[in-house]
């Protein structure tokens, strides 16, 4: 991963610097005709050809860094980089090495008499001819291109794309070729163009290029920004078939005549299922009752810093949920916010019936200040989960609108003495950011006896990856994203690291000694164990990675990854500069798009479907599949090798390609989306929708629904 950011952010770099290269290195090629005297256009030459050398250089050095890139995979070379490098740059940087050093070292080498003797006309000629002067100004304008590749959209198809850009190269050449020739019929007929025409032209000419560049950003703020109201189900239909797979756009969304609801794309209208009949038992008492109330509250910090938070019941993080395998259960939800900001409830890696989900826009309207909204759901899991507001996530969330879901097994078969929640945050305060454990910004001290056994869940609820260490004492990771590790065994000084979402369940026997739970995010913040209370320990997160592919024992599972797999997407994860919703940004694409125009993954029940997600970008991309636990197949082309990994989180790192598999046993339309919710809100979101399902809800509308 390091080797890949190291390598992308160098072609990034060489990027930014091959336009002015090559541009200078153009201009200076230009002007070398231009010189009167034999001993100046010598001079010219000489530093044309030092600057022609290298421009050279930084476009061998890009070229290196594709070879280092395609070692990756195909899919982080392809695409922008591959056709503003091959097609736009690199035949002109050929013909500048074939052409136009050749002659601008003969023209170093120039020898006559008198140095201040006039040069030839037949000399001014051949150095004005298109094939020495317009090679490095095509490759400046390819430099250009490859500075621009991160505002051009994403290519749909090789072919069209090749032969697009082949094209417009073509042109640029053709219009370079064009005016080096007409230059060249003057000095040769010896009729000049007026100055006033040339100034008129020139003005006229930038013009129409401002003219066209404002054009293009109204056009472009205009053409990004999205309906006011659309359904949830607006997108391209992806059926397995990779990028280039069958798409169906649906600008307006589907519409049953009968009920109004918003259709899955390809669906015939048989059997339709409405995600709100796909909910938990509405009848029966439930085990476990809850009432969780959103509030606007002044929360301070353990150092003092205060956050304007939202929150559950007053609290930050909010109520510990705490139910057990097989539980009915019923939280009511109320919302006290001021305004008008309406809420939900999203159950993070608990497969809930699909119209429990918590979803705004896609499984319910968004609670209304002063309205309430009713829960129920039978858990049919255990291990560590949490809940959060899945209503414009990246400011409710950020602001205090999660807490712990901790479901206990019927069975417990790891009993301990002291089972502790650590939900990492990052809090914007009155002095500004901080990363803290749930409300504690400040390094906690609490009493354990020597032979307690603890159990530390760690959960990282904000959208960055962080990564976490336990000092002073050997422990074993027992569960990932709440699910039993087969057979762990004792690690010490590992980092842990955590994707936005993602919990880790770590267990150890408290030593004699003190043993410390360190955030790297927070290193000034973490939790001290000691037999009297009061010791002190330092952090250390100077320890290799934990490889939970290979951690663990492998074991029997009913998917694996030479499984009969009934769909197979491969979801490309980039980042484009341009504009999304009005405003000018990163955009954070998924197969080239942004929501809502993104691929929508159709299924049926029972399909048995493989995932592989390649992230091109230059950050970190933990993709989050609601309904389901998804095992992760391998890394990188190579399996995982451990104890099986059951993830409803799967963390996508810079270069890296993940392969994850699920079974379709859960009826709905579930987001699937990057969990930093930054990103969500950039356009990284996507649905898994199963065939017939649909939903009355919509994006936007009287309530104001933001699924992010």
Same mark, same amino acid.
Request: hydrophobic fraction near 40%; glycine fraction near 10%; charged fraction near 20%.
């Given at each position: 991963?390091?080797?890949?950011?190291?390598?992308?952010?160098?072609?990034?770099?060489?990027?930014?610097?091959?336009?002015?290269?090559?541009?200078?290195?153009?201009?200076?090629?230009?002007?070398?005709?231009?010189?009167?005297?034999?001993?100046?256009?010598?001079?010219?030459?000489?530093?044309?050809?030092?600057?022609?050398?290298?421009?050279?250089?930084?476009?061998?050095? &890009? #070229?290196?860094?594709? !070879?280092?890139? *395609?070692?990756?995979?195909?899919? =982080?070379?392809?695409?922008? /980089?591959? %056709?503003?490098?091959?097609?736009?740059?690199?035949?002109?940087?050929?013909?500048?090495?074939?052409?136009?050093?050749?002659?601008?070292?003969?023209?170093?080498?120039?020898?006559?008499?008198?140095?201040?003797?006039?040069?030839?006309?037949?000399?001014?000629?051949?150095?004005?001819?298109?094939?020495?002067?317009?090679?490095? &100004? #095509?490759?400046?304008? !390819?430099?250009? *291109?490859?500075?621009?590749?991160? =505002?051009?959209?994403?290519? /749909?198809? %090789?072919?069209?794309?090749?032969?697009?850009?082949?094209?417009?190269?073509?042109?640029?050449?053709?219009?370079?070729?064009?005016?080096?020739?007409?230059?060249?019929?003057?000095?040769?007929?010896?009729?000049?163009?007026?100055?006033?025409?040339?100034?008129?032209?020139?003005?006229?000419?930038?013009?129409?290029?401002?003219?066209?560049?404002?054009?293009?950003?109204?056009?472009?703020?205009?053409?990004?920004?999205?309906?006011?109201?659309?359904?949830?189900?607006?997108?391209?239909?992806?059926?397995?078939?990779?990028?280039?797979?069958?798409?169906?756009?649906?600008?307006?969304?589907?519409?049953?005549?009968?009920?109004?609801?918003?259709?899955?794309?390809?669906?015939?209208?048989?059997?339709?299922?409405?995600?709100?009949?796909?909910?938990?038992?509405?009848?029966?008492?439930?085990?476990?009752?809850?009432?969780?109330?959103?509030?606007?509250?002044?929360?301070?910090?353990?150092?003092?810093?205060?956050?304007?938070?939202?929150?559950?019941?007053?609290?930050?993080?909010?109520?510990?949920?705490?139910?057990?395998?097989?539980?009915?259960?019923?939280?009511?939800?109320?919302?006290?916010?001021?305004?008008?900001?309406?809420?939900?409830?999203?159950?993070?890696?608990?497969?809930?019936?699909?119209?429990?989900?918590?979803?705004?826009?896609?499984?319910?309207?968004?609670?209304?200040?002063?309205?309430?909204?009713?829960?129920?759901?039978?858990?049919?899991?255990?291990?560590?989960?949490?809940?959060?507001?899945?209503?414009?996530?990246?400011?409710?969330?950020?602001?205090?609108?999660?807490?712990?879901?901790?479901?206990?097994?019927?069975?417990?078969?790891?009993?301990?003495?002291?089972?502790?929640?650590?939900?990492?945050?990052?809090?914007?305060?009155?002095?500004?950011?901080?990363?803290?454990?749930?409300?504690?910004?400040?390094?906690?001290?609490?009493?354990?006896?020597?032979?307690?056994?603890?159990?530390?869940?760690?959960?990282?609820?904000?959208?960055?990856?962080?990564?976490?260490?336990?000092?002073?004492?050997?422990?074993?990771?027992?569960?990932?994203?709440?699910?039993?590790?087969?057979?762990?065994?004792?690690?010490?000084?590992?980092?842990?690291?955590?994707?936005?979402?993602?919990?880790?369940?770590?267990?150890?026997?408290?030593?004699?000694?003190?043993?410390?739970?360190?955030?790297?995010?927070?290193?000034?913040?973490?939790?001290?164990?000691?037999?009297?209370?009061?010791?002190?320990?330092?952090?250390?997160?100077?320890?290799?990675?934990?490889?939970?592919?290979?951690?663990?024992?492998?074991?029997?599972?009913?998917?694996?990854?030479?499984?009969?797999?009934?769909?197979?997407?491969?979801?490309?994860?980039?980042?484009?500069?341009?504009?999304?919703?009005?405003?000018?940004?990163?955009?954070?694409?998924?197969?080239?798009?942004?929501?809502?125009?993104?691929?929508?993954?159709?299924?049926?029940?029972?399909?048995?479907?493989?995932?592989?997600?390649?992230?091109?970008?230059?950050?970190?991309?933990?993709?989050?599949?609601?309904?389901?636990?998804?095992?992760?197949?391998?890394?990188?082309?190579?399996?995982?090798?451990?104890?099986?990994?059951?993830?409803?989180?799967?963390?996508?790192?810079?270069?890296?390609?993940?392969?994850?598999?699920?079974?379709?046993?859960?009826?709905?339309?579930?987001?699937?989306?990057?969990?930093?919710?930054?990103?969500?809100?950039?356009?990284?979101?996507?649905?898994?929708?199963?065939?017939?399902?649909?939903?009355?809800?919509?994006?936007?509308?009287?309530?104001?629904?933001?699924?992010?």
């Amino acid at each position: 991963m390091a080797m890949y950011v190291t390598t992308a952010g160098f072609e990034l770099a060489l990027g930014i610097v091959l336009l002015p290269a090559w541009l200078i290195a153009a201009v200076t090629t230009g002007l070398q005709p231009g010189r009167r005297t034999v001993g100046r256009m010598r001079r010219m030459s000489r530093v044309a050809l030092v600057l022609v050398a290298v421009a050279l250089l930084f476009t061998a050095a &890009r #070229l290196l860094t594709y !070879g280092l890139l *395609a070692r990756h995979g195909w899919a =982080f070379v392809g695409d922008r /980089r591959l %056709f503003t490098t091959f097609v736009m740059l690199l035949p002109a940087v050929i013909a500048t090495a074939v052409w136009t050093v050749p002659w601008l070292a003969s023209a170093a080498r120039m020898r006559l008499p008198d140095p201040d003797a006039p040069v030839p006309l037949d000399e001014q000629a051949r150095a004005r001819s298109p094939r020495h002067v317009v090679p490095p &100004r #095509l490759a400046a304008f !390819g430099g250009f *291109a490859c500075l621009a590749q991160s =505002f051009l959209p994403p290519d /749909r198809s %090789f072919w069209i794309s090749l032969v697009a850009y082949g094209l417009i190269t073509a042109a640029v050449a053709g219009l370079l070729v064009w005016r080096a020739n007409a230059r060249l019929r003057r000095l040769v007929t010896g009729r000049e163009i007026p100055r006033r025409r040339a100034l008129a032209v020139r003005l006229g000419t930038t013009v129409v290029v401002l003219g066209t560049v404002v054009g293009l950003v109204n056009h472009g703020i205009a053409g990004s920004r999205l309906p006011h109201t659309f359904s949830m189900m607006k997108g391209t239909a992806d059926w397995g078939g990779g990028v280039a797979g069958q798409h169906h756009d649906m600008a307006d969304g589907q519409h049953d005549m009968a009920g109004g609801h918003h259709m899955a794309p390809g669906t015939s209208g048989a059997h339709e299922v409405s995600v709100d009949k796909l909910r938990g038992p509405q009848s029966g008492t439930p085990d476990r009752r809850f009432s969780l109330t959103t509030q606007a509250k002044k929360v301070k910090l353990a150092s003092g810093r205060t956050v304007e938070a939202w929150t559950y019941n007053g609290r930050v993080p909010g109520p510990q949920l705490r139910v057990t395998e097989g539980d009915l259960v019923e939280i009511k939800l109320r919302n006290e916010l001021p305004g008008k900001t309406p809420v939900t409830i999203h159950w993070h890696g608990v497969d809930v019936p699909n119209g429990e989900d918590g979803v705004a826009g896609a499984t319910q309207d968004a609670v209304l200040p002063g309205k309430s909204y009713t829960y129920r759901f039978r858990v049919e899991e255990s291990g560590t989960r949490w809940y959060h507001s899945h209503q414009a996530a990246s400011e409710q969330v950020e602001r205090g609108l999660f807490g712990a879901l901790i479901i206990e097994p019927k069975k417990q078969t790891r009993p301990v003495d002291n089972d502790v929640s650590v939900l990492a945050h990052d809090w914007q305060t009155d002095k500004g950011p901080v990363s803290a454990i749930g409300a504690s910004d400040e390094l906690e001290r609490r009493r354990a006896e020597p032979g307690e056994k603890i159990r530390v869940r760690l959960t990282n609820t904000s959208g960055t990856t962080r990564e976490f260490a336990i000092d002073g004492v050997p422990y074993k990771v027992t569960a990932l994203d709440g699910t039993d590790v087969h057979k762990p065994t004792a690690l010490k000084d590992k980092k842990l690291v955590l994707g936005g979402g993602n919990r880790m369940d770590v267990e150890f026997t408290m030593p004699d000694g003190p043993v410390r739970v360190t955030d790297g995010s927070a290193p000034d913040a973490g939790i001290v164990y000691s037999p009297n209370g009061k010791e002190k320990s330092k952090a250390d997160l100077s320890g290799p990675e934990f490889d939970p592919y290979s951690y663990g024992s492998p074991k029997k599972t009913e998917l694996h990854p030479d499984s009969d797999f009934d769909r197979d997407y491969k979801l490309i994860l980039d980042e484009w500069l341009g504009f999304y919703d009005g405003s000018f940004g990163l955009k954070q694409t998924i197969n080239g798009r942004v929501f809502p125009d993104t691929p929508m993954l159709m299924i049926k029940e029972g399909d048995l479907a493989r995932a592989t997600f390649i992230n091109r970008g230059n950050e970190d991309h933990p993709m989050h599949l609601h309904g389901h636990h998804m095992l992760v197949l391998g890394k990188n082309g190579k399996r995982a090798s451990g104890s099986p990994m059951w993830q409803d989180t799967v963390l996508v790192r810079p270069g890296e390609e993940v392969q994850v598999a699920f079974k379709a046993d859960n009826p709905g339309i579930w987001m699937d989306h990057c969990h930093n919710f930054w990103h969500s809100k950039l356009g990284m979101v996507m649905h898994l929708a199963y065939d017939n399902v649909t939903t009355p809800y919509e994006v936007g509308g009287p309530v104001g629904n933001k699924p992010e």
